[in-house]
């Protein structure tokens, strides 16, 4: 029987790893049942590779040297290797992002040449490897990357599907009827695009007041327990007691209960982002690094993305919007098709198609 080990960044409470590995569980007990006598998952500190068939780069920033490092010694291992929705981050920065969005040329050597050895090494080797976002995808390319294997499936997230996860959870904060902006804030320790977390809060405030002043009500979540005190810190800048609500969980299944009834959403954090998405809730993203960007592009959301080195992100915030207002039926059906077109990719192209048919015809 086959042993399995999913790397990904487990055990840190965050709401969009834990619920990935959730997802690689659910699909691998569906799929491929009986074929694996051993299925668990670490972050790469503690992976002892040598005592697993089969290593899966997970969801996530995982395109990153420490992961690499580790893929490269699985490879010397003979392991079998499957990347799976993985993505591209602060390798890129702020640089990498202007060059694809400006379509610019990347200095030569912006990734040290032994990243990039190993990335072409590592994708040769491996059985399958797909990218969260196609900026992954250029980035890779721009790089020297060969990607001529590496496909596009969309951030294993999306297999979570939208439904009235918790009855009632919303009315414990407002209204069922009352128009409301979910915003999740938090922290990165300003390892931001423009390196400046406190300006971005004060105006992210300022937004939240005009859109009280415009009549909607303001939920603030979290999705990893260590942003809860810029959460507060914002409540307290906000001080609209009554019309500013901060919600006390951070399970994964209970934010989406909540976002599912906000009418739109203004997101820092990725995988808070992707819950609207896949709850079909249009939103604004604050794009703090690479990640975001490569989410939105994925579909087709990239003009809802502000970065946080823009010195007006309030005013930004207002004009979204009001284009979400206006566009929000059309804004829905995008979300919902965009999305519906990588769970294939995701589920049965990689767990039926691609791991399935390996591990039965014994090749792990």
């Not at 990904?8 to 619920?19: F, K, L, P």
């Not at 993505?87 to 890129?92: M, S």
């Not at 920065?93 to 030569?108: E, M």
């Not at 918790?166 to 390196?195: H, M, R, S």
Request: net charge positive; charged share 20%.
């Amino acid at each position: 029987m086959t042993k399995l080990l999913y790397l990904g960044e487990i055990g840190y409470r965050n709401a969009g790893d834990e619920v990935m590995w959730d997802i690689f569980k659910q699909e691998a007990r569906r799929f491929i049942p009986n074929e694996l006598s051993l299925l668990e998952a670490c972050r790469q500190e503690y992976a002892h590779i040598s005592g697993y068939d089969i290593i899966v780069l997970g969801g996530g920033s995982l395109l990153a040297p420490s992961y690499i490092s580790l893929l490269s010694k699985a490879m010397e291992l003979n392991k079998s290797i499957y990347i799976w929705g993985s993505g591209i981050d602060k390798i890129a920065g702020r640089a990498g992002l202007d060059s694809l969005l400006h379509k610019k040329q990347l200095p030569v050597n912006f990734v040290d040449p032994n990243i990039v050895n190993q990335l072409n090494k590592i994708i040769s080797y491996s059985r399958y490897t797909a990218v969260r976002g196609p900026l992954s995808h250029r980035f890779l390319q721009s790089i020297g990357v060969n990607t001529a294997k590496v496909q596009i499936s969309g951030d294993p997230a999306f297999l979570l599907q939208p439904g009235d996860r918790a009855k009632g959870l919303f009315t414990q904060y407002f209204d069922p009827q009352e128009p409301v902006v979910g915003i999740n804030w938090g922290t990165a320790n300003n390892q931001i695009f423009g390196g400046k977390e406190d300006i971005v809060e004060d105006q992210l405030a300022a937004a939240a007041k005009l859109l009280i002043h415009k009549g909607y009500s303001i939920l603030l979540y979290n999705v990893w327990p260590e942003d809860i005190p810029a959460s507060k810190r914002l409540l307290t800048k906000i001080n609209r007691p009554g019309k500013v609500k901060l919600a006390d969980t951070v399970y994964p299944y209970q934010l989406m209960a909540l976002i599912q009834k906000c009418r739109f959403t203004i997101n820092l954090k990725l995988h808070a982002a992707i819950f609207s998405a896949v709850m079909q809730v249009p939103f604004i993203s604050l794009g703090y690094r690479f990640k975001m960007f490569d989410f939105a592009a994925s579909i087709s959301m990239l003009p809802f993305v502000i970065p946080t080195d823009n010195p007006a992100v309030n005013l930004e915030i207002l004009r979204l919007s009001q284009d979400i207002e206006k566009n929000h039926a059309n804004l829905v059906r995008t979300l919902k098709k965009e999305i519906n077109k990588y769970t294939g990719r995701l589920s049965a192209a990689f767990f039926v198609n691609t791991l399935r048919e390996e591990l039965r015809n014994g090749r792990p």
